[in-house]
């Protein structure tokens, strides 16, 4: 069973595959957000796909797929999270967890087109594993604890802007956060039905050529690791969506360093999660 939304932008619904059908449930429930994980809505639509899928429509082919779950309250991100991409960044890998923030409206759809900003020099690609919070959760008691906390999982592109993060004052915030900085999907995978996340693997290619070539398995913190981390500091809510990290094969990485120019194709894939695919355009 997997989750994904359709339709245009901001007029979302939400659908479910079943076998290689895509069906329509908004009849049933409102969007994947956070009333819907946080009111055992996993368990409610697992019962309407058993019990046949309730008559559920088709989605039409063509609609466009949108983030696979609805605009999160907060999404969060891990740095330097793959010891590959800690040493092709000069820097050792951290004791704990390096934290920061990308604003939510960075969330599109996986196959939307993304935009350069404006007076931006080094735009960069970052295939994650993305991880849905399934209720909300603080002061959790244990990594073992945690793992009942998370819904699933997806493909979540973290595009960064290097100048913007690491050369100008201040945080990595504003190097994360542009418009259409944050693909997500295309489809959540629960993490009941996933087996194990922590060997999953993962690639990026640019205009058709391989950069990155990873496996989360090679993750310093496991996702169930920084669920419970990072309750200890925040509430984490149903919906929440939280990037684990990258491999090494960034572009800031290279020698020479290489970055997106307007036209590039961006393709990225988890293994069983799915694949996206983004055009960058200048600004």
Request: with cysteine; net charge negative.
């Amino acid at each position: 069973m997997l989750l994904f939304r359709f339709g245009e932008k901001d007029q979302e619904k939400p659908g479910v595959v079943i076998g290689d059908a895509r069906k329509d449930c908004s009849a049933h429930f409102a969007d994947w957000n956070r009333e819907f994980f946080n009111n055992n809505g996993l368990e409610k639509l697992k019962s309407l796909v058993n019990d046949g899928g309730g008559n559920l429509p088709d989605v039409p082919d063509g609609i466009r797929y949108g983030s696979c779950v609805a605009r999160p309250g907060t999404l969060m991100c891990i740095g330097l999270n793959y010891s590959d991409h800690a040493e092709e960044s000069g820097m050792e890998p951290p004791p704990e967890p390096v934290i920061f923030q990308k604003v939510s409206n960075a969330v599109i759809g996986p196959y939307d087109d993304v935009i350069i900003p404006k007076g931006s020099r080094k735009t960069d690609w970052e295939v994650e594993l993305g991880v849905v919070i399934g209720r909300d959760a603080l002061y959790l008691d244990s990594v073992e604890e945690a793992e009942d906390y998370i819904a699933g999982y997806c493909v979540s592109q973290d595009v960064s802007e290097r100048e913007f993060q690491m050369e100008r004052e201040g945080q990595w915030t504003k190097g994360k956060s542009c418009p259409t900085f944050n693909p997500l999907g295309p489809y959540l995978y629960p993490a009941s039905d996933i087996g194990d996340a922590n060997d999953l693997a993962m690639e990026l290619k640019v205009n058709g050529e391989m950069k990155q070539n990873g496996n989360t398995k090679n993750m310093i913190f496991s996702p169930s690791f920084l669920v419970h981390y990072l309750s200890q500091f925040m509430l984490l809510e149903a919906g929440d969506v939280l990037s684990t990290g990258t491999p090494a094969g960034v572009g800031a990485g290279m020698t020479p360093p290489q970055f997106l120019r307007d036209g590039d194709i961006v393709e990225l894939s988890i293994e069983k999660l799915g694949t996206q695919k983004q055009t960058f355009k200048a600004y």
